[in-house]
T-cell receptor, first 113, second 111 residues
Framework: DGGITQSPKYLFRKEGQNVTLSCEQNLNHDAMYWYRQDPGQGLRLIYYSQIVNDFQKGDIAEGYSVSREKKESFPLTVTSAQKNPTAFYLCASSSARDTTPLHFGNGTRLTVT | DQQVKQNSPSLSVQEGRISILNCDYT??????FLWYKKYPAEGPTFLIS?????DKNEDGRFTVFLNKSAKHLSLHIVPSQPGDSAVYFC??????????FGTGTRLQVTL
């Protein structure tokens, strides 16, 4: 079965620590994305990558970093510079064509205390 | 600046009746619109989409209507079923790589 795997499902960290969220896809999609969901807010785009070794900032990239060394993988690092890191993080992918919908993983809930 | 708005945070509908979820957008450059359904602690799943060259798209119980002049789209679910209870997000974009999502509407289908 093709899909997007995000791990872990729940993650707890102390303030001041960097943490990396994993996202792997076996859909052979070229493009991958990271979104953040907060209560009462829509999904906000953090970073996206349309091709290996290239990525662009989304609307709320500050305090985050990504890499895209392999087509299948797009890890997101939440750094200590992110002021409000506690949130539900969603990874998505799509083929490069403009009118294809995004496929989402099941998310990682990060809690920073 | 909220470019995509879902003004109703929640909606309750009886089983068998029609559910109508609404979405407004401000960016006239948007030409691709989607609806996603989301259960708690899961990722959103794609439901239905429409491009700006159409004003209606149907898929089984789900129909999306687009009114470009009013910058408004709606999702109709007929008949509503208890399994439809979820949060529904509308999304809009000029290309699929830069989708802007609304804040979601929680639909509760009651027996």
């Amino acid at each position: 079965d093709g899909g997007i795997t995000q791990s872990p499902k729940y993650l707890f960290r102390k303030e001041g620590q960097n943490v990396t969220l994993s996202c792997e896809q076996n859909l052979n999609h070229d493009a991958m994305y990271w979104y953040r969901q907060d209560p009462g807010q829509g999904l906000r785009l953090i970073y996206y990558s349309q091709i290996v070794n290239d990525f662009q900032k989304g609307d709320i990239a500050e305090g985050y970093s990504v890499s895209r060394e392999k087509k299948e993988s797009f890890p997101l690092t939440v750094t200590s510079a992110q002021k409000n890191p506690t949130a539900f993080y969603l990874c998505a992918s799509s083929s490069a064509r403009d009118t294809t919908p995004l496929h989402f993983g099941n998310g990682t809930r990060l809690t920073v205390t | 600046d909220q470019q995509v708005k879902q003004n109703s945070p929640s909606l309750s509908v009886q089983e068998g009746r029609i559910s109508i979820l609404n979405c407004d957008y401000t960016n006239s450059m948007f030409d691709y619109f989607l609806w996603y359904k989301k259960y708690p602690a899961e990722g959103p799943t794609f439901l239905i989409s429409i491009s700006s060259i159409k004003d209606k798209n149907e898929d089984g119980r789900f129909t999306v209507f687009l009114n470009k002049s009013a910058k408004h789209l709606s999702l109709h679910i007929v008949p509503s079923q208890p399994g439809d209870s979820a949060v529904y997000f509308c999304a809009a974009g000029g290309t699929a790589s830069k989708l802007t999502f609304g804040t979601g509407t929680r639909l509760q289908v009651t027996l």
